[in-house]
């Protein structure tokens, strides 16, 4: 199974769209906040996609929740924006949250830096901002023999 992660697009919908369209494989979309209102514009669009999204810090008004958790393919995944668990100083609150929730995956946005690690059994993603000319996007496949992690440049 492919997932799609976005975040911090900021009303950027031609790299959204772009990077919907070169992603045709992904079953699964998750946006990480700060562009709620196109990621749903756009998403709503997509059938036979599943979609989940949390609000950012510039989701201003947004009613969408601040964190979320799902089960992909028996993986347990954990997202956020990122703002309230101070990431552009640290990792460490994440960390915490996501290990006190059981997850495999934690996802976050926030910083517009993209990074993948593997950290004591958590991969850790943050796919960048997709926003601007040097927009980059992740994706993450889950398959029987493990999980894969990867950015990739618009």
């Known amino acids: 199974m492919r997932v799609l ?6 009303r950027d919908r ?30 709503a669009g997509l059938p036979g996609k599943a979609f989940y999204q949390v609000r950012g810090n510039c989701d ?5 929740p601040a964190v979320g958790e799902l089960c992909l ?4 995944i ?10 552009k100083y640290g990792l460490s609150n994440l960390v915490a949250a996501a290990e006190e929730r059981g997850a495999q995956i934690a996802l976050f946005g926030h910083t517009h830096q993209a990074m993948t690690e593997y950290r004591g059994g958590l991969y850790l ?3 960048g901002s997709l926003s601007g000319p040097s927009g980059t996007y992740g994706i993450i496949d889950l398959t ?8 990739l440049h618009l």
């Open 125 to 127: 993603m943050n796919p």
């Open 5 to 10: 992660v976005l975040s911090d697009t900021h």
């Open 78 to 87: 954990f997202y956020t924006h990122g703002h309230l668990y101070e990431v």
């Open 60 to 64: 201003w008004g947004s009613l969408l």
């Open 14 to 43: 031609y790299a959204l769209r772009e990077a919907l369209l070169r992603q045709p494989k992904a079953e699964v979309l998750i946006h990480l906040g700060d562009g709620a209102e196109e990621a749903q514009e756009l998403c």
């Open 73 to 76: 393919e028996g993986r347990h």
């Open 144 to 151: 029987p023999a493990g999980i894969v992690t990867n950015i």
